[in-house]
């Protein structure tokens, strides 16, 4: 009987340690999320175009005033697959966050642009710059409903392969399947041309890999 109790609580406990393992090796493989920015410089990150970018308060700030050209503020790496999420509010002006671009001289940035704005410009939305303009975009009584107006807003953009999935305040915005566009490249943030801007971006972090 005492051999059996031992037998009992020794394979009780090779159980946990297995258990433990598998727990924490599932663990290991499932992406973080990391930061994008440091909130006190622009680090990671490289200017194009008009305007200036400047890190402020812990956020990415843009201002122009009737600029020839767009702003951008460009990451200086690639990205492929990713779940990338932060909260922007846009005083004035108009704006967006590229995924998956290339920029072309002088500031062109080719790719799907997701449409951050105040209500009215299809914030949450989808548009290919250089190409086949709105993908998807909110109606207006949507956007009117999850959007908050000169206050700060979440955003969260899935991205893997032809999948993309946007979400603003915990409502889905806009969603593409098998879409066709360039797997890969940079994040851009944006400050519109010909207008009075002020965007902010802030807690920006990135998960890769990741399908949720």
């Known amino acids: 009987?005492?051999?059996?109790?031992?037998?009992?609580?020794?394979?009780?406990?090779?159980?946990?340690?297995?258990?433990?393992?598998?727990?924490?090796?599932?663990?290991?493989?499932?992406?973080?999320?990391?930061?994008?920015?440091?909130?006190?410089?622009?680090?990671?990150?490289?200017?194009?175009?008009?305007?200036?970018?400047?890190a402020e308060d812990g956020a990415f700030i843009g201002?122009?005033?009737?600029?020839?050209?767009?702003?951008?503020?460009?990451?200086?790496?690639?990205?492929?697959?990713?779940?990338?999420?932060?909260?922007?509010?846009?005083?004035?002006?108009?704006?967006?966050?590229?995924?998956?671009?290339?920029?072309?001289?002088?500031?062109?940035?080719?790719?799907?642009?997701?449409?951050?704005?105040?209500?009215?410009?299809?914030a949450g939305g989808i548009y290919e710059s250089y190409g086949r303009a709105w993908l998807a975009k909110p109606k207006d009584e949507d956007e009117r409903a999850f959007l908050k107006a000169d206050d700060w807003n979440e955003m969260?953009?899935?991205?893997?392969?032809?999948?993309?999935?946007v979400t603003v305040n915990g409502t889905k915005s806009a969603e593409l399947k098998n879409d066709p566009s360039r797997p890969e490249g940079n994040f851009a943030l944006q400050m519109h041309s010909g207008c009075v801007m002020e965007v902010r971006f802030r807690d920006l972090e990135i998960r890769e890999g990741a399908q949720d």
């Open 1 to 54: 009987m005492r051999n059996s109790r031992i037998a009992v609580v020794g394979l009780s406990c090779a159980l946990c340690t297995v258990v433990v393992a598998v727990a924490q090796a599932a663990e290991e493989q499932t992406p973080t999320w990391k930061p994008l920015m440091d909130g006190k410089t622009l680090a990671g990150w490289h200017a194009v175009g008009d305007g200036k970018w400047t």
């Open 156 to 165: 969260t953009i899935a991205a893997h392969g032809g999948t993309v999935v």
């Open 63 to 122: 201002r122009a005033n009737n600029e020839k050209l767009y702003g951008l503020l460009v990451s200086d790496k690639p990205f492929k697959d990713f779940t990338v999420r932060f909260k922007f509010k846009c005083l004035t002006g108009d704006s967006g966050f590229y995924i998956r671009t290339i920029v072309k001289e002088p500031e062109q940035a080719h790719g799907l642009q997701i449409q951050v704005g105040p209500p009215g410009s299809g």
